[in-house]
């Protein structure tokens, strides 16, 4: 518990923060540590200590650690047509294209098809990333999806019973019919899980082919009014909620 609240504020001990700024290894770390070489806020520690690095300053014979980038996550709202990774060898746009002037080094959560939009979730934070696409954490994504034609409500119940795909059984956790046309429909469906194209290989399935597919939500993450194509910082209480998550 004192770890998870210590972990929580940001609080390491003073030799693996040396260590991950790459000031030495480790041993090294404490070597000179003991020589008293280190200071927090300008009192020479005793190895083992604990401090922050984003708040704290640490200096090593006289000289201030670099500052740690700091934890950033961004929702952005993907248009279609973009990529959902860092790079693309082929030179077609990825959503990185979209981020302007952000600097720090970022990484998508969570694929999201070529042809589809919405929510997005960017991050250099390991602990968020761990914790949002980790399957034992059963994150749940709503989709708004318009399919060919009009499924029964047989159909619908058939997604949340669960459909045997070719990489093992895949549920919906809800299944809404939103608004009905003569051709098509559109649905909202709730997944709990984020294998590859498996909102499009469900409805397949059901013999209703996918026609657009938008993310609304990714956890407790709405992507609300951003427009597409922009994006925003998280809010303060969407990283505590993010915190709070546990294993299902
Ligand atoms: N399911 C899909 O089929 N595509 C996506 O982009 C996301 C979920």
Redesign the pocket.
Known sequence: MKGEIEKSMGLERVQKILAKAGIASRREAERIILEGRVTVNGRIIQLGEKADPEKDHIKVDGKRLPRPEPKITLVLHKPRGYLSTVKDPKGRPTVMDLLGKIKWRLYPLG???FD?EGLLLLTNDGEIAYRLTHPKFSISRT?WVKIQGVPGEKKLELLKKGIQLEDGLAKAHSVHLLREREKNSWIQITLTEGRT?????LFAAIGHP?LK?K?IEFGPIRLGNLPVGHFRFLTPEEQEQLRRLKAA
């Open positions: 694929r999201l098809d589809a989709y194209h498996l909102v499009k290989r996918v597919l993310r």
